[in-house]
């Protein structure tokens, strides 16, 4: 109990306003610079990680589904698979008229398989091949795949006809070939380079082949006209219809023949994998904050033991030992919120740095910076609960002694 005063009123314990608490906090934080800034970049690593994977997951995300919609998920593609007895079995020369018919299809092109050697010029040997095969095409098949012209033009009605080719980004630079205009070989056939494509992110394989028109190729290339795969577009609301109808209409005798998918599945696979590595990446963050934690509890409990005199001092004139547990539990609190605010900058900082480079938009969830700063703050808590503690249990006249 509190002894009374000459009037007979109880003394009462002072008590400590936000602003002293928080000074007093600051105080022991600024005696020790060098080993508040160590003890803080453990927990800055920690949650700069934790933002910086959760902005970037976000980000890369973000520019997947950009791409997603700018290609559109509707797309098609319907191959020959195998027959009964497991020989590759081959579309029918009218499957694209056949799938033209379905009702919800809005568009459909192919593309066929060449039985054709594609090389520099004449004087390179047939037995070394550059890694890019030919396939005829369709006119229509750039705008099926939403596909663009790097350089020069597409195969249109004027020379589908003729010996000429547009060639995939890979396969012009595996040719050596720079701009429209120069020669390739397709067997023993001179073909002109009229154009060449940007990288169709639907469809890779097509960045390493030779094109050329139906016509043409049946003309100069022995092509049969059967396609090898057919693309087709459908409004989105009617994609999965169309697809369970598909290979039945393609290939009425034998549906199990026809293997169909989506190309944009791929591209939602891969961001699924992307949130498989972010998991990973966040639980290596959470053991990085975990051992900051480890470095301001051993901060703040040598900071007890060198300041016994402080603490024995002030409880000498009337500090409470819940004043003293405040004290050093703020300074703790501040320590890991120092790290914690410059682990959120460095996290956000290299989320923008990234997806510049990448070309993305950046984004940096707000959530994620809370999260973290909750997270710091929760350290702060446990990591200087005990030396809090310890340190309002010293007795004053023992640690006047300095024992």
Do not use: C
């Not at 950009?66 to 020959?80: C, S």
């Not at 409004?235 to 209409?249: F, I, M, Y």
């Not at 030992?321 to 609190?333: G, P």
């Amino acid at each position: 109990m509190s002894a009374p005063d000459r009037r007979g009123a109880r003394l009462r314990p002072s008590r400590l306003s936000l602003r002293d608490v928080l000074g007093l906090g600051a105080v022991g934080l600024r005696a020790r610079r060098a080993r508040v800034v160590l003890s803080a970049l453990g927990i800055a690593i920690g949650i700069a990680t934790m933002v910086a994977v959760v902005g970037l997951s976000h980000s890369s995300k973000a520019d997947l589904m950009a791409r997603l919609d700018r290609l559109g998920t509707n797309l098609l593609t319907v191959e020959a698979g195998e027959n009964v007895r497991g020989e590759p079995a081959r579309l029918p020369e009218s499957a694209v008229a056949m799938v033209e018919r379905i009702g919800p299809v809005r568009h459909a092109t192919a593309t066929a398989d060449l039985d054709a050697r594609v090389r520099r010029s004449d004087l390179v040997p047939e037995e070394r091949t550059p890694g890019v095969t030919a396939q005829a095409a369709r006119t229509d098949l750039l705008t099926a795949l939403n596909a663009r012209m790097g350089e020069g033009v597409w195969l249109n009605r004027a020379n589908e006809r003729l010996p000429v080719t547009v060639l995939g980004s890979v396969a012009a630079r595996r040719l050596g070939v720079t701009a429209p205009g120069e020669r390739i070989v397709m067997n023993d056939v001179d073909v002109v380079v009229v154009g060449i494509l940007r990288p169709v992110e639907l469809v890779p394989t097509l960045d390493r082949v030779a094109l050329v028109g139906f016509p043409a190729a049946e003309r100069y290339l022995r092509f049969d006209g059967r396609p090898t795969t057919v693309f087709e577009r459908s409004p989105d609301a009617t994609v999965d219809e169309v697809r369970a109808v598909l290979a039945r209409t393609v290939s009425p005798g034998n549906p199990g023949a026809v293997k169909v998918s989506r190309p944009s599945d791929a591209l939602a696979a891969k961001a699924a994998t992307d949130k498989g590595l972010t998991t990973l990446m966040l639980g290596l963050g959470a053991v990085a904050l975990l051992v900051g934690g480890v470095g301001v509890a051993n901060t703040m409990v040598i900071s007890v033991l060198e300041r016994r005199r402080e603490i024995g001092l002030r409880r000498a004139i009337g500090a409470t030992r819940n004043a003293i547990r405040l004290q050093f539990l703020t300074e703790s609190l501040l320590l890991s919120a120092l790290g914690g605010a410059a682990g959120a900058a460095l996290g956000a900082a290299a989320t923008f740095g990234f997806a510049a480079v990448q070309g993305w938009t950046a984004v940096v969830p707000a959530w994620s910076v809370a999260a973290g700063f909750a997270a710091t703050l929760f350290i702060g808590v446990l990591a200087g609960l005990y030396p809090a503690v310890r340190a309002s249990r010293l007795h004053p006249t023992v640690a006047l002694n300095g024992s």
